[in-house]
């Protein structure tokens, strides 16, 4: 009975990578080619205005809610205002990115946060 469980499990989790791997493909896809090439500016034509950024050791790092990858509406009470103080959207509507830019404001990293399905 053990090994069901075990079997099952394993093929959840499986399914469940294969998901995510797929989400980070696009956004390889997407952002590898701009890694030293493009600037703060051209990303946010393709990400939108980031969230927040703040300055690292040696780069500025800025996170990035996009919903690039999906086609799900945003609720409207989750939709950030002009109006309203800081941006409380959750996570699980969002694909969070961090983008690393240097001095010039050329991206140099990226990484994945979080990865919704």
Same mark, same amino acid.
């Given at each position: 009975?053990?090994?069901?469980?075990? *079997?099952?499990? @394993?093929?959840v989790?499986?399914?469940m990578m294969g998901c995510t791997q797929s989400r980070?493909?696009?956004?390889?896809?997407? *952002?590898?080619? @701009?890694v030293g090439k493009?600037?703060?500016v051209e990303v946010q034509k393709l990400l939108?205005?980031?969230?927040y950024c703040k300055q690292e050791s040696r780069?500025?790092?800025c996170e990035y809610r996009s919903a690039f990858s999906q086609n799900h509406p945003v609720?409207?009470?989750f939709r950030k205002s002009e109006t309203s103080g800081p941006d409380l959207s959750p996570y699980e509507y969002f694909d969070v990115l961090h983008l690393y830019f240097d001095a010039f404001h050329?991206?140099?990293?990226?990484?994945?946060?979080v990865l919704m399905q």
């Open positions: 009975m053990n090994w069901r469980i075990f *079997l099952f499990s @394993l093929i989790f499986n399914v980070v493909k696009k956004y390889q896809g997407l *952002l590898e080619p @701009l493009a600037s703060k939108g205005n980031p969230n780069y500025e790092k609720p409207d009470m050329i991206l140099r990293e990226w990484e994945p946060i």
